[in-house]
Structure formats: C-alpha cells, structure tokens
C-alpha cells in the first residue's frame, strides 16, 4: 500500500471496527468512510481480511510495544514499570482508548477463525512476554519467565476489567505486586 492511501483505509477500518464490528468491515464500507473509490480498497490492501488484520496488528503492536519501551532501574524500582503496565488501560489514557479496547475485544474472537490473525497476535504476545522477561532478568528477579507470563496475564486481566468497568482501582494490585517482586529479590 502507499503511504498516505494505507493509512486512510486502516484509519478508516479501525474505525469501522471499533463502531460497528469486526463483520461491517466491506469493501464499500472502509472506501466510504476513508473517502476513496472502493477498487483502492483490494488494489493497495489485497483482501478486506488483511485490511482488518494490519489494523488490529498495527494498534496491538503500538499499545504494547509502548509500554514495553523501558524497564524498572533496579528490584527497588518497580513501582513505576508496574504502574505503567497495569494501569495501561486507565480510563483517558492515551495508550489505550476506548476504539483500542473495541478492537481488542473484537480480534479475539474473529482470531478463532482466522488462523493468520491468530498466529500474529500469539507473536505478538511472545514477543511482549519476552520483553517482560527481559526486563525481569535484567534487575534480578527470580523466575523471570513465569513472572513475566504471570504479569502479561494481569495486564490482560486489566485490559478486560477496565474496559467493563473504567472505576475499577489497581493500584492496590500494584502496590501488592511491587512488594511481593521486592520481597522475592530479597529472599535470592
């Protein structure tokens, strides 16, 4: 796709998906609502399923790869990385917006049936894990690969609760991971 012509119509599919679902996305729909003929669409795209996968890909990968951009400084420090990873989903954040956690919500489903989308979202958490992974090494901890799953599922687990219900208060999650990552640094 060229630049300016495959950003109109992933903006336009993103916002296909996040207001009307995974199914409103046509081939009509996206050139109508990127404000080109609809024969752009297959020519710079291919297919509306590889329109709707680079869109959801292209957010995942923006969302989590920013939170994953720096780590805690030390064992003592990782409050802040915590806060960043769990709290990502915080009502007004502008990492995730509501049109993100819509896109979200309706990937998983639509990647049960598409083995492609599926496999590229499984990469994309590996590839998140990993960074967690990394990060954890990195200051010390112990078991970090397990540790590292077990906080990609909590910001999962985020994502989901706060996308129900915006009120929902993790700090004292945070504040409870954060002294039990400190407390199992101390016990190496």
């Given at each position: 796709m060229s630049g300016d012509t495959r950003d109109r119509l992933l903006a336009a599919t993103r916002t296909?998906?996040?207001?009307?679902g995974w199914g409103a996305v046509t081939t009509r729909r996206v050139a109508e609502v990127a404000g080109v003929g609809a024969g752009l669409v297959h020519y710079h795209a291919g297919s509306v399923a590889a329109l709707r996968r680079d869109a959801v890909l292209d957010v995942l990968s923006e969302t989590f790869g920013g939170a994953m951009a720096e780590g805690p400084a030390s064992a003592e420090d990782v409050d802040p990385w915590l806060r960043r990873l769990l709290?990502?989903?915080a009502a007004g954040s502008p990492a995730v917006t509501p049109e993100t956690l819509?896109?979200?919500h309706e990937s998983l489903p639509a990647a049960a049936h598409d083995e492609a989308l599926r496999e590229a979202i499984a990469e994309l958490l590996r590839r998140y894990r990993a960074g967690l992974t990394e990060h954890l090494r990195t200051v010390g901890l112990a078991e970090p690969e397990a540790t590292g799953a077990l906080l990609a599922a909590l910001v999962d687990g985020a994502l989901l609760q706060r996308s129900?219900?915006?009120?929902?208060?993790?700090?004292p999650i945070v504040g409870l991971l954060s002294a039990q990552l400190r407390a199992v640094r101390r016990d190496l």
């Open positions: 296909v998906i996040a207001a009307e709290l990502l989903p819509r896109l979200l129900l219900d915006p009120r929902l208060d993790l700090e």
